[in-house]
């Protein structure tokens, strides 16, 4: 049974940074894909960073990039996403996925294991 838990949401003020974790249990990852989804209020769950966990090859939405960095420590099969410059609009529920096979996807019904999710808000 794989769990997921994330943490390390909470409320910023634009410009200022956090960093999200999410603790991957029941398997061993090598052969898997993680990713970091996010649902603002009103919105559907849309992709923002992934990352194959043998080779750490990793993908960004467009927006995000060159703020955000997805990560994992391998020895403690813990997923990350520090995020800097944050912005209003990355205020929403920051989930984790994971997904067998060893290929990047961002299509959100791929992923088969979600947390429950981290609230992160940032305040203008």
């Known amino acids: 049974q794989v769990q997921l838990v994330e943490s390390g949401g909470g409320l910023v003020q634009a410009g200022g940074s956090l960093r999200l974790s999410c603790a991957a249990s029941?398997?061993?990852?090598?052969?898997?894909?993680m990713g970091w989804f996010r649902q603002a209020p009103g919105k559907g769950r849309e992709f923002v960073a992934a990352?194959?966990?043998?080779?750490?090859?990793?993908y960004y939405k467009d927006s995000v990039k060159g703020r955000f960095t997805i990560s994992r420590d391998n020895a403690k099969n813990t997923l990350f996403l520090q995020m800097n410059s944050l912005k209003p609009e990355d205020t929403a529920v920051y989930y984790c996925?994971?997904?067998?096979?060893?290929?990047?996807?961002?299509?959100?019904?791929?992923?088969?294991?979600w947390g429950q999710g981290t609230q992160v808000t940032v305040s203008s």
């Open positions: 029941g398997r061993t990852f090598s052969s898997y894909s």
């Open positions: 990352l194959t966990w043998i080779g750490g090859s990793t």
């Open positions: 996925a994971a997904t067998a096979g060893v290929v990047i996807t961002t299509t959100l019904g791929r992923y088969n294991y």
